[in-house]
């Protein structure tokens, strides 16, 4: 999972984890590369905007989904490259949020979420891509 919100991950995490699934959280796009391409996963959850030191930095999900749908160069472990994709951003309702998950299912997400959503909505689409 790559998000940079240290609470919202650790709710994700718990929730998935009592669904029964292991959680490998990111903070940056490039670790969740260096992870990608050393262990195989089942999929992916990406935000789109990450941001340290309260600035969004172009090294989000965005740009991790660019990377591993249109980059035949990356040595990715396993089937890492055609892993399952939800692609999550903040509120729909800030300008912009929309297009970017959008664009984002545009480049190879499988799926969108846009927060505030529940962890039943998240649970639900993971077991579904997962096929469970």
């Given at each position: 999972?790559?998000?940079d ?75 890492n ?23 984002a ?16 909505s ?11």
């Amino acid at each position: 999972m790559l998000e940079d919100d240290e609470t919202f991950s650790w709710m994700l995490e718990s929730e998935l984890v009592d669904a029964g699934y292991e959680v490998t959280i990111c903070r940056v796009g490039s670790e969740a590369l260096f992870h990608l391409m050393s262990k195989e996963f089942d999929l992916l959850i990406a935000d789109m905007h990450v941001k340290t030191d309260r600035q969004i930095v172009p090294d989000g999900g965005l740009q991790l989904i660019g990377r591993l749908r249109q980059s035949a160069s990356l040595e990715l472990a396993g089937n890492n490259a055609k892993l399952p994709i939800i692609a999550i951003s903040g509120s729909v309702s800030l300008p912009g949020q929309r297009h970017l998950l959008d664009t984002a299912k545009s480049i190879g997400a499988t799926d969108v979420l846009a927060k505030p959503f529940s962890a039943e909505s998240l649970t639900t689409m993971v077991a579904e891509l997962l096929k469970l």
